[in-house]
């Protein structure tokens, strides 16, 4: 397929036209699609359906610092001036990306590809909704044809139809050996500190996360990856963000940050876990024993309060009810929460003011951040951040960048974290952080070693 055309890497500018074509095509490969493209490559896949994969950049806006979510808005609405596309409404150009944990995120290893913040328009994209899907090409610039672009989608649909339907599976790359940080002791101390703060009186929650350094066998094979996260955790999101030609964070997050249709706003409380049991009967003990336990129930409350404390100046917001959400290996309590806005928003608005949830960050967010700053000794970069795309209208989606990896060479740098509160136990909180690993490490893991150690 077509390699990125770089001429057309640079950020909006006044006078570019966004030009796009689109036709319908049949019998494609997801899978097969991704390998055949080079970086920079983009993949998001909702419950509900949505699917994209991208590549090339026809054009990206990135931004850093407290200003960012202006700096993205003002820059995309630059991107969307002067648009000339054909094809239906959800082939509409997406800006796909999202933002590290925190603003003033450095670029260093291993995000040293990650900005701050970015999102880009793919210059090749196919987009399924439904039983259709779509191939669309894209370029940006001021000399811009919608000929030179049909003529591209010409080329495009051809290599699309060569390439097989079902490329052989290479498996996971295997494991060599592992790193944590921090260890199990520090992780102890780390938490006795949070109880300690929490008990003085000044935080309610934090979410401490933990890190796994992974070193591979072999290259990880990430549209194989994504592909297997396909069937193992179908309920799942699925993304992958790979701006340049090393690393890529990508991973199957359950948590939805939030949809915005409209003035329709869709988001929810996913906090507190327990292990998937071995019988159903097991299972559901674990479940009604989430729904039971104070602390759980504590933990969660704070989310839903907090969620409904950022939307209700916007608007009419409701709590659903409560339920479990089950994945393949770990049970969380769920509260779905909307909300209709009474004016227009942009979606970034409302990620703004969202990220981070006490789901991953805590209460309150600055004290909580100062904590987490103060404890964890890497850096969580785009971990936990906010994932998803936006339009021209400010509709859009973002997942929560949780079981996550940023993978690059024969490294894999893993994350997971949990909740801490007034009553937690840090033997228990070590314990519920590892099957948060489970989603990514299995994809690493080979076969044979992974039947050894489940
Ligand atoms: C922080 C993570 O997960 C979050 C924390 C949870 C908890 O503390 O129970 C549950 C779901 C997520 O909101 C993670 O997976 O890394």
Not at 171 to 183: D, L
Not at 341 to 346: F, N, P, T, Y
Not at 385 to 403: K, Q, S
């Amino acid at each position: 397929m077509e390699p990125a055309q770089r001429e057309e890497r640079a950020g909006p500018r006044e006078g570019a036209v966004l030009v796009g074509r689109t036709r319908e095509v049949t019998d494609v490969s997801y899978r097969a699609f991704l390998a055949s493209q080079p970086a920079p490559r983009v993949h998001w896949a909702a419950p509900d359906g949505l699917e994209i994969v991208g590549s090339g950049s026809a054009v990206t806006v990135t931004a850093h610092g407290p200003d960012r979510f202006d700096s993205l808005r003002e820059a995309a609405s630059t991107v969307f001036t002067d648009v000339d596309r054909t094809g239906p409404p959800e082939t509409r150009p997406r800006l796909l990306g999202g933002l590290a944990f925190n603003e003033h995120h450095e670029s260093e290893p291993p995000w040293e590809d990650f900005p701050a913040a970015a999102f880009t328009l793919p210059q090749t994209q196919l987009t399924t909704a439904g039983d259709t899907t779509w191939l669309t090409v894209r370029a940006y610039g001021e000399d811009v044809t919608a000929d030179q672009v049909e003529q591209r989608l010409d080329a495009a649909a051809e290599s699309l139809s060569t390439l097989p339907m079902m490329r052989p599976s290479g498996g996971p790359p295997g494991v060599v050996e592992t790193r944590t940080t921090p260890s199990k002791a520090e992780w102890t101390e780390q938490v006795e500190r949070a109880i300690d703060r929490i008990e003085a009186g000044n935080l309610r929650k934090v979410v401490l996360a933990t890190a796994l350094e992974v070193d591979l066998a072999g290259e990880l094979d990430v549209p194989d990856a994504l592909e297997r996260l396909r069937r193992t955790y179908p309920n799942c999101y699925r993304f992958l963000v790979q701006p340049g030609t090393e690393a890529a964070f990508f991973g199957p997050p359950p948590e939805r940050l939030v949809k915005l249709t409209g003035q329709r706003v869709e988001t929810e409380a996913l906090a507190g876990s327990v292990p998937r049991g071995e019988t159903p009967e097991e299972d559901a003990d674990l479940a009604a024993s989430m729904l039971d336990s104070e602390k759980l129930q504590h933990e969660q409350r704070l989310v839903v309060d907090a969620i409904m404390d950022q939307l209700s100046p916007l608007g009419d917001v409701q709590e659903g009810e409560q339920g479990v959400r089950k994945l393949t290996n770990i049970q969380h309590l769920q509260t779905p929460i909307t909300a209709t806005l009474s004016a227009d928003e942009h979606v970034l608005s409302l990620v703004e003011a969202l990220h981070p949830t006490p789901a991953v960050g805590g209460l309150p967010p600055d004290k909580a951040w100062q904590v987490i700053r103060e404890t964890e000794t890497f850096d969580r970069g785009w971990y936990a951040g906010p994932i998803g795309w936006f339009d021209a209208d400010g509709d859009g989606e973002f997942a929560v960048g949780i079981r996550s990896s940023v993978a690059g060479g024969e490294t894999a740098t893993l994350f997971a974290g949990c909740g801490i509160v007034a009553d937690s136990d840090p033997d228990e909180e070590w314990e519920e952080v590892q099957p948060k690993y489970r989603p990514i490490l299995d994809e690493l893991t080979s076969d044979d070693a992974a039947t050894d150690g489940r």
